[in-house]
């Protein structure tokens, strides 16, 4: 008998995208004069940089070759790329981050949900609501909760209630938890922690022998000058988090696919022995186990980005879609509706109109003005009463979509 694991019956019905994709090809099949335009998965539409490209482009040419041909690259990531990381992404910052400490993925969301392997089951955890999907689901998954409630949340998991009133940051609990979910900047709402926001972390990490999962994704679309790009900027951190980077949404790899994870040799849990283990033997091994590496094209690719040339047209195109956010943000506020984010992120995270709840604004937004979005209750209880646009749109389809919800609901 093949038994299943019995964790994934506790998650709900469907991941939220693929239930916001049910509802859109439902709603298209009834009404196919339609336009729809999509504001809701952060899913980038401008195209690779062509430095990128052509970094791409010459790295196929040399596989063509009996002299540049590869098999099997390292799974950690080639040191090439790895080097560029640590000079381009830290070093320039004042942080020193080995090459080895380095590990090079296909993604964030793959390794925001990977990592939760490397603890105990029993290991409590923290995750602020509203979130990003994954860090919840997947510690459902490896049985790290009982069922969900009837508000949707997870019993035996630490909520960190995220709202207007604190401006969306969670707080440290007065409990001992054993891993704490970040993500600055915020995705869904698009917070930033500035530097004393994230020292309380680092210091409720050391006092309570936490290890902080610090989610930077988005690092690249800050905008102020007084906010840490990295964890690592904060005196300690070394000793209690790993960091999350990816090439996604910075340089327009959501389809190519590549990302990079930070384990500092010195950040440690704890044996049933009771002996010190650190996490990056644990991550090497399981990387190395369960990886292959990613495809050597796609690293030079992803080293191109930090050429002087590559770094205009990144920025070139970061610049676009934070235009973007501007005009949503100053929009949805001239028709009086309550705007965050959208300043050191992609995201505008804004307050539903006329009472409605998140999934009943999703429908009256799709049906009335055939624009889509994500629906703030798909990120958590917090989340209820809020919606998600995303700045990832052509401009033009941003100008069309804002002027149909003036129509709709000026």
Known sequence: MARINDNYLKLSAGYLFPEIGRRVRSFQQAHPEARIIRLGIGDVVLPLPASICDAMSAAVDELRTEAGFRGYGPEQGYDFLRSAIAEHDFASRGVAVDVDEIFVSDGSKCDSGNVQELFACDARVAIPDPVYPVYLDTNVMAGRSGSAGGDGRYAGIVYL??????????SPPRERVDLVYLCFPNNPTGAVARRDDLARWVAYAHEYDAVLLFDAAYEAFITESDIPHSIYELDGARDVALEFRS???????????????????????????????????????????KFNGVSYPVQRAAAASYSPQGQIEVRANIDYYMRNAALIRQSLATLGLEVHGGINAPYVWVRTPEGLGSWEFFDALLTRAHVVGTPGAGFGSCGEGYFRLSAFGRRENVEEALERIRRAFG
Do not use: E, I
Request: overall charge positive.
């Open 161 to 170: 209630p995220c709202t207007a009133q604190s401006g969306f940051l969670p």
């Open 247 to 289: 090439y996604s949404k910075t340089a327009g790899f959501t389809g190519t696919r590549c990302a990079y994870m930070v384990v500092p040799r010195a950040v440690t849990g704890v044996a049933t022995d009771g002996s010190r283990v650190d996490l990056h033997r644990l991550w090497t091994r399981r990387h190395t186990t």
